[in-house]
Protein backbone atom coordinates (compact mmCIF):
# COMPACT_ATOMS: atom_id res chain seq x y z
CA UNK A 1 0.00 0.00 0.00
CA UNK A 2 0.81 3.33 -0.55
CA UNK A 3 0.61 5.48 2.43
CA UNK A 4 1.50 9.16 1.55
CA UNK A 5 1.92 11.22 -1.17
CA UNK A 6 5.28 11.79 -2.12
CA UNK A 7 6.07 15.44 -3.49
CA UNK A 8 8.69 15.48 -6.36
CA UNK A 9 11.23 17.68 -5.84
CA UNK A 10 13.53 17.18 -9.02
CA UNK A 11 16.93 18.08 -8.73
CA UNK A 12 18.74 21.27 -10.03
CA UNK A 13 20.77 20.72 -12.76
CA UNK A 14 23.77 22.99 -11.41
CA UNK A 15 23.47 23.28 -7.87
CA UNK A 16 25.55 25.36 -4.75
CA UNK A 17 27.72 24.04 -2.91
CA UNK A 18 30.71 25.11 -0.60
CA UNK A 19 32.91 27.35 -2.80
CA UNK A 20 29.68 29.30 -3.10
CA UNK A 21 27.89 32.66 -1.23
CA UNK A 22 24.53 32.00 -0.66
CA UNK A 23 22.27 34.47 0.68
CA UNK A 24 18.88 33.76 2.53
CA UNK A 25 16.36 36.31 2.95
CA UNK A 26 12.24 36.23 4.13
CA UNK A 27 10.71 34.21 6.73
CA UNK A 28 11.95 32.55 10.28
CA UNK A 29 11.94 29.45 7.83
CA UNK A 30 14.28 30.70 5.60
CA UNK A 31 16.08 31.07 8.77
CA UNK A 32 16.10 28.05 9.89
CA UNK A 33 16.93 26.67 6.78
CA UNK A 34 20.17 29.12 6.35
CA UNK A 35 21.04 28.61 10.44
CA UNK A 36 21.25 24.88 9.22
CA UNK A 37 23.29 25.58 6.26
CA UNK A 38 25.40 27.58 7.97
CA UNK A 39 25.86 24.95 10.77
CA UNK A 40 27.67 22.70 8.27
CA UNK A 41 29.73 25.40 7.04
CA UNK A 42 28.27 26.69 3.65
CA UNK A 43 28.93 30.36 3.19
CA UNK A 44 25.64 31.19 4.26
CA UNK A 45 24.63 34.98 5.21
CA UNK A 46 21.10 34.91 6.88
CA UNK A 47 18.65 37.60 6.69
CA UNK A 48 20.81 40.65 6.98
CA UNK A 49 17.55 43.28 7.84
CA UNK A 50 15.99 40.29 9.99
CA UNK A 51 13.29 38.04 9.68
CA UNK A 52 10.72 39.40 6.86
CA UNK A 53 7.36 37.87 6.06
CA UNK A 54 6.16 39.80 2.64
CA UNK A 55 7.40 40.32 -0.76
CA UNK A 56 7.04 43.92 -0.46
CA UNK A 57 9.17 44.33 1.88
CA UNK A 58 12.31 41.55 0.35
CA UNK A 59 12.18 43.27 -2.31
CA UNK A 60 12.73 46.87 -0.51
CA UNK A 61 15.97 44.92 1.50
CA UNK A 62 16.82 43.38 -1.93
CA UNK A 63 16.89 47.54 -3.13
CA UNK A 64 18.97 48.67 0.12
CA UNK A 65 21.35 45.68 -1.11
CA UNK A 66 22.07 46.54 -4.26
CA UNK A 67 22.27 50.20 -3.47
CA UNK A 68 24.71 52.78 -2.16
CA UNK A 69 23.10 54.77 0.92
CA UNK A 70 22.89 54.22 4.75
CA UNK A 71 19.82 54.68 7.03
CA UNK A 72 19.99 58.34 8.46
CA UNK A 73 18.04 59.68 11.35
CA UNK A 74 14.79 60.28 9.06
CA UNK A 75 14.57 56.13 9.18
CA UNK A 76 14.30 55.83 12.77
CA UNK A 77 11.06 55.46 15.10
CA UNK A 78 10.83 55.24 18.67
CA UNK A 79 8.92 52.22 19.59
CA UNK A 80 7.83 50.09 22.25
CA UNK A 81 10.48 48.12 21.27
CA UNK A 82 12.99 50.82 21.36
CA UNK A 83 14.52 53.16 18.24
CA UNK A 84 14.21 51.06 15.18
CA UNK A 85 12.93 51.37 11.57
CA UNK A 86 10.20 49.70 9.73
CA UNK A 87 12.73 48.48 7.22
CA UNK A 88 14.13 46.12 10.00
CA UNK A 89 12.84 43.00 12.01
CA UNK A 90 12.51 43.94 15.88
CA UNK A 91 15.57 41.73 16.34
CA UNK A 92 17.29 45.29 15.11
CA UNK A 93 15.79 47.60 18.31
CA UNK A 94 17.99 49.24 20.58
CA UNK A 95 17.66 51.79 23.55
CA UNK A 96 18.97 54.57 21.50
CA UNK A 97 18.90 55.90 17.99
CA UNK A 98 22.74 56.12 17.67
CA UNK A 99 22.60 52.58 18.64
CA UNK A 100 20.51 51.35 16.10
CA UNK A 101 21.97 53.17 13.20
CA UNK A 102 24.90 52.14 14.45
CA UNK A 103 24.36 48.27 14.15
CA UNK A 104 22.03 48.66 11.33
CA UNK A 105 24.38 50.58 8.87
CA UNK A 106 27.39 48.06 10.01
CA UNK A 107 25.24 45.14 9.24
CA UNK A 108 23.82 46.85 5.73
CA UNK A 109 27.59 47.53 4.70
CA UNK A 110 28.70 43.85 5.77
CA UNK A 111 25.61 42.70 3.78
CA UNK A 112 26.21 44.22 0.75
CA UNK A 113 29.78 42.89 0.37
CA UNK A 114 27.67 39.56 0.69
CA UNK A 115 24.91 39.76 -1.65
CA UNK A 116 27.62 41.45 -4.42
CA UNK A 117 29.36 38.30 -4.47
CA UNK A 118 26.48 35.85 -3.51
CA UNK A 119 25.51 33.36 -6.67
CA UNK A 120 22.72 31.94 -5.07
CA UNK A 121 20.00 33.94 -3.22
CA UNK A 122 17.20 31.49 -1.70
CA UNK A 123 13.82 33.98 -0.98
CA UNK A 124 11.23 32.90 1.88
CA UNK A 125 7.79 34.47 1.58
CA UNK A 126 5.27 33.82 4.51
CA UNK A 127 2.28 36.27 3.36
CA UNK A 128 1.08 38.09 1.28
CA UNK A 129 -0.74 40.49 3.98
CA UNK A 130 1.10 43.79 3.91
CA UNK A 131 1.15 46.69 6.74
CA UNK A 132 1.20 50.19 5.09
CA UNK A 133 2.88 52.80 7.28
CA UNK A 134 0.04 55.15 6.94
CA UNK A 135 2.01 58.15 7.80
CA UNK A 136 5.14 57.66 5.62
CA UNK A 137 3.58 55.10 2.96
CA UNK A 138 6.32 52.12 3.95
CA UNK A 139 5.42 49.00 3.90
CA UNK A 140 6.43 47.74 7.21
CA UNK A 141 9.04 44.45 7.18
CA UNK A 142 7.67 44.51 10.74
CA UNK A 143 4.89 46.94 12.68
CA UNK A 144 7.54 47.05 15.98
CA UNK A 145 4.37 46.63 18.10
CA UNK A 146 3.29 49.91 17.35
CA UNK A 147 -0.20 50.87 17.18
CA UNK A 148 -2.72 48.84 14.41
CA UNK A 149 -4.47 52.35 13.91
CA UNK A 150 -1.33 53.25 12.21
CA UNK A 151 -1.59 50.87 9.39
CA UNK A 152 -3.65 49.98 6.64
CA UNK A 153 -3.51 46.13 6.01
CA UNK A 154 -3.91 45.10 2.24
CA UNK A 155 -3.45 41.83 0.60
CA UNK A 156 -0.84 41.99 -2.68
CA UNK A 157 -1.63 40.80 -5.65
CA UNK A 158 0.05 37.98 -8.00
CA UNK A 159 1.00 40.78 -10.17
CA UNK A 160 2.38 42.48 -7.27
CA UNK A 161 4.32 39.45 -6.33
CA UNK A 162 6.12 38.84 -9.46
CA UNK A 163 6.63 42.76 -10.36
CA UNK A 164 8.28 43.37 -6.83
CA UNK A 165 11.02 40.52 -7.16
CA UNK A 166 11.36 40.66 -11.41
CA UNK A 167 13.88 43.25 -11.45
CA UNK A 168 16.15 41.51 -9.04
CA UNK A 169 15.85 38.26 -10.93
CA UNK A 170 16.23 39.27 -14.39
CA UNK A 171 19.53 42.15 -13.18
CA UNK A 172 21.92 38.74 -13.49
CA UNK A 173 21.58 35.97 -15.21
CA UNK A 174 24.12 34.40 -13.29
CA UNK A 175 22.99 34.82 -10.09
CA UNK A 176 20.29 31.99 -9.03
CA UNK A 177 17.65 32.63 -7.29
CA UNK A 178 15.39 30.00 -5.70
CA UNK A 179 12.10 30.76 -3.81
CA UNK A 180 10.03 28.73 -1.66
CA UNK A 181 6.60 29.50 0.50
CA UNK A 182 6.91 28.82 3.87
CA UNK A 183 4.59 26.17 5.34
CA UNK A 184 4.35 28.56 8.53
CA UNK A 185 0.62 28.82 8.67
CA UNK A 186 -0.74 32.05 10.09
CA UNK A 187 -3.46 31.69 12.31
CA UNK A 188 -4.51 34.66 13.39
CA UNK A 189 -5.19 35.59 9.44
CA UNK A 190 -8.33 32.55 9.87
CA UNK A 191 -7.59 29.29 7.25
CA UNK A 192 -9.33 30.58 4.44
CA UNK A 193 -7.19 33.69 4.05
CA UNK A 194 -4.05 31.89 4.90
CA UNK A 195 -4.73 29.53 2.31
CA UNK A 196 -5.73 32.59 -0.05
CA UNK A 197 -2.39 34.57 0.99
CA UNK A 198 -0.33 31.33 0.16
CA UNK A 199 -1.89 31.09 -3.02
CA UNK A 200 -0.98 35.02 -4.13
CA UNK A 201 2.76 33.92 -3.47
CA UNK A 202 2.57 30.88 -5.50
CA UNK A 203 1.02 32.31 -8.42
CA UNK A 204 3.36 35.56 -8.43
CA UNK A 205 6.40 33.07 -7.92
CA UNK A 206 5.00 30.52 -10.60
CA UNK A 207 5.35 33.58 -13.21
CA UNK A 208 8.70 34.49 -12.47
CA UNK A 209 9.84 31.17 -12.76
CA UNK A 210 7.91 30.55 -15.86
CA UNK A 211 9.93 33.81 -17.19
CA UNK A 212 13.67 33.57 -15.86
CA UNK A 213 15.66 30.89 -16.48
CA UNK A 214 18.07 31.82 -13.14
CA UNK A 215 15.00 31.64 -10.74
CA UNK A 216 13.53 28.23 -9.13
CA UNK A 217 10.90 27.09 -7.08
CA UNK A 218 11.82 24.33 -4.07
CA UNK A 219 8.05 22.89 -2.55
CA UNK A 220 8.84 23.33 1.02
CA UNK A 221 4.94 24.33 1.32
CA UNK A 222 3.75 21.48 -0.41
CA UNK A 223 6.36 19.14 1.66
CA UNK A 224 4.56 20.05 4.68
CA UNK A 225 1.05 20.41 3.66
CA UNK A 226 0.89 17.53 0.87
CA UNK A 227 3.49 14.56 1.76
CA UNK A 228 4.13 14.47 5.67
CA UNK A 229 0.19 16.31 5.81
CA UNK A 230 -0.13 15.44 9.98
CA UNK A 231 -0.53 17.61 12.94
CA UNK A 232 2.73 15.55 14.68
CA UNK A 233 4.98 17.12 12.43
CA UNK A 234 3.64 20.80 13.47
CA UNK A 235 5.13 22.41 17.17
CA UNK A 236 2.81 23.08 19.91
CA UNK A 237 1.42 26.07 18.38
CA UNK A 238 0.07 24.36 15.55
CA UNK A 239 1.30 26.55 12.94
CA UNK A 240 4.80 26.40 12.99
CA UNK A 241 6.57 22.94 11.64
CA UNK A 242 8.56 21.20 14.34
CA UNK A 243 12.14 21.00 14.83
CA UNK A 244 12.31 17.13 13.13
CA UNK A 245 10.31 18.49 10.35
CA UNK A 246 12.70 21.19 9.91
CA UNK A 247 15.40 18.39 9.88
CA UNK A 248 13.63 16.88 7.52
CA UNK A 249 12.65 19.64 5.02
CA UNK A 250 16.13 20.53 4.90
CA UNK A 251 17.61 17.13 4.22
CA UNK A 252 15.19 17.37 1.08
CA UNK A 253 16.26 21.05 0.14
CA UNK A 254 20.41 19.50 0.16
CA UNK A 255 19.10 16.98 -1.86
CA UNK A 256 17.50 19.18 -4.24
CA UNK A 257 20.35 21.69 -4.44
CA UNK A 258 23.86 20.61 -3.07
CA UNK A 259 25.71 20.25 -6.52
CA UNK A 260 26.47 16.42 -6.60
CA UNK A 261 30.25 16.40 -6.39
CA UNK A 262 29.83 17.98 -2.67
CA UNK A 263 27.67 15.48 -1.08
CA UNK A 264 30.62 13.95 0.52
CA UNK A 265 31.88 17.66 1.83
CA UNK A 266 28.14 17.64 3.45
CA UNK A 267 28.62 13.71 4.94
CA UNK A 268 32.02 15.38 6.16
CA UNK A 269 30.52 18.66 7.85
CA UNK A 270 27.19 16.55 9.41
CA UNK A 271 30.34 14.53 11.23
CA UNK A 272 32.32 17.02 12.21
CA UNK A 273 28.96 19.51 13.39
CA UNK A 274 28.40 15.98 15.97
CA UNK A 275 32.21 16.03 16.91
CA UNK A 276 31.39 19.78 17.72
CA UNK A 277 28.62 19.15 20.04
CA UNK A 278 30.03 16.44 22.22
CA UNK A 279 30.84 17.10 25.61
CA UNK A 280 33.40 15.21 27.51
CA UNK A 281 32.62 13.53 30.50
CA UNK A 282 35.21 14.01 31.90
CA UNK A 283 36.83 17.45 30.58
CA UNK A 284 40.48 18.29 30.76
CA UNK A 285 41.39 14.01 30.72
CA UNK A 286 43.84 11.93 28.94
CA UNK A 287 40.82 10.87 26.53
CA UNK A 288 39.09 14.04 26.19
CA UNK A 289 42.00 16.32 25.41
CA UNK A 290 42.88 13.66 22.75
CA UNK A 291 39.77 13.71 21.48
CA UNK A 292 40.26 17.47 21.25
CA UNK A 293 43.18 17.19 19.01
CA UNK A 294 41.47 15.04 16.62
CA UNK A 295 38.39 17.54 16.49
CA UNK A 296 40.28 20.58 15.88
CA UNK A 297 42.92 18.71 13.59
CA UNK A 298 39.34 17.54 11.06
CA UNK A 299 37.91 21.06 11.19
CA UNK A 300 40.60 22.57 10.03
CA UNK A 301 41.62 19.89 7.59
CA UNK A 302 37.50 20.48 6.53
CA UNK A 303 38.24 24.31 6.90
CA UNK A 304 41.14 24.03 4.35
CA UNK A 305 40.00 21.95 1.53
CA UNK A 306 36.37 24.38 1.52
CA UNK A 307 38.46 27.76 1.54
CA UNK A 308 38.33 29.13 4.61
CA UNK A 309 40.14 30.34 7.74
CA UNK A 310 40.18 27.90 11.10
CA UNK A 311 39.30 29.95 13.78
Not at 142 to 170: A, H, M, W
Not at 279 to 285: K, Y
Request: aromatic share 10%; glycine share 6%; charged share 25%.
Amino acid sequence: MILQTRVDTGRLEHGFGYDDRIMFLGSCFAGEIGRRCKDLWLDVPVNPFGVLFNPCSIAASLALLGGSGLFTMADVMETPVGFCSLHHHTSFARPTAAEFLDNANTTLEEARRCYSSAKWVIVTFGTSFVYRHKASGIIAANCLKLPQKDFERVRITPEQVYGSLLPFVSADSNRQWIFTVSPVRHLADGLHQNQLSKAVLHLGIDRIVAECANAHYFPAYEILVDELRDYRFYAEDMAHPSAQTVNYVFDRFMEYGLKRGDTELLERARKLEAMMSHRPLIPGSTQALAFERNRDKALSDFLHQIGRDFK
